[in-house]
C-alpha cells in the first residue's frame, strides 16, 4: 500500500539551512506537495514540484525530486524562528491523500 | 485560492454525547474530502475517505459507526463524532483536492470530551 515515511525531528540554528526529507511509495502523481503546519492550526501548501522536474526553487525554498528512489526533499535556505512548524509531504494521488507523521523543525538562535 | 473550510475551531463537549464538525469547500467542488485525526505526537492519521453521494471509506481500525460520515453535496462532508468519550479529544482535521490535486485543509477542530 502507499507509504510516506518522513524523519520526525529537525533542529537547526537560525540562519542555517535546514533539510527535510522523504520517501514515498505511490509515484503515479503529476505533482508532489510539502504542507506547513504551525502550532494549533491546519494545514497550508507550502511549495510544489511537477513529477517531471528534479528541482524547483522558490524563493528560500528548494525542493528536490529524485523519482527513481522516490525520495523528495525540502530545503530551506537562512532558516528563520518563524520556519519552525511541522513539515508534510504528499506524493500526490487524487483518491489518497496519506500522509506520514511529519517532521517538525525546531529553530534556535 | 480554493479555501475549504472547517466548523467548529473548537468544541468541549459532554462524554455520552455526539458532536457534529463540518467541512466545506468555498469555491470549488470536492467529490472526495478526507478526515483526519492528529494525535500529540504530531502524526497525521487519515481516518477516513468522504466520497460525495455514496459511502465513506474507513481505514482500518476507525469504528464506522462511531465516526459518522456524510457527504450529502459536493462542497459540504461532516464528521459525527457519536457517544463521545474523552478518548475520542484530538484534532480533527479534513481535507480536499484540487484542480491541480494539491490538498486544502480546513483550520482543525479541537474535540475536548470531559
Known amino acids: 500500500g502507499e507509504d510516506v515515511e518522513q524523519s520526525l525531528f529537525l533542529s537547526v540554528r537560525e540562519g542555517d539551512s535546514s533539510v527535510i526529507n522523504c520517501t514515498y511509495t505511490d509515484s503515479s502523481s503529476t505533482y508532489l506537495y510539502w504542507y506547513k503546519q504551525e502550532p494549533g492550526a491546519g494545514l497550508q501548501l507550502l511549495t510544489y514540484?511537477?513529477?517531471?522536474?528534479d528541482m524547483k526553487q522558490d524563493q528560500r525554498l528548494t525542493v528536490l525530486l529524485n523519482k527513481k528512489d522516490k525520495h523528495l526533499s525540502l530545503r530551506i535556505a537562512d532558516t528563520q524562528t518563524g520556519d519552525s512548524a511541522i513539515y508534510f509531504c504528499?506524493?500526490?494521488?487524487?483518491?489518497?491523500?496519506?500522509f506520514g507523521a511529519g517532521t517538525r523543525l525546531a529553530v534556535h538562535p | 485560492g480554493a479555501v475549504v473550510s472547517q466548523h467548529p475551531s473548537r468544541v468541549i463537549c459532554k462524554s455520552g454525547t455526539s458532536v457534529k464538525i463540518e467541512c466545506r469547500s468555498l469555491d470549488f467542488q470536492a467529490t472526495t474530502m478526507f478526515w483526519y485525526r492528529q494525535f500529540p505526537k504530531q502524526s497525521l492519521m487519515l481516518m477516513a475517505t468522504s466520497n460525495e453521494g455514496s459511502k465513506a471509506t474507513y481505514e482500518q481500525g476507525v469504528e464506522k459507526d462511531k465516526f459518522l460520515i456524510n457527504h450529502a453535496s459536493l462542497t459540504l462532508s461532516t464528521l459525527t463524532v457519536t457517544s463521545a468519550h474523552p478518548e475520542d479529544s484530538s484534532f480533527y482535521i479534513c481535507s480536499a483536492r484540487g484542480q491541480l490535486s494539491e490538498a486544502f485543509f480546513g483550520q482543525g477542530t479541537r474535540l475536548t470530551v470531559v
Open positions: 514540484i511537477f513529477s517531471n522536474m
Open positions: 504528499d506524493s500526490g494521488g487524487y483518491n489518497k491523500l496519506i
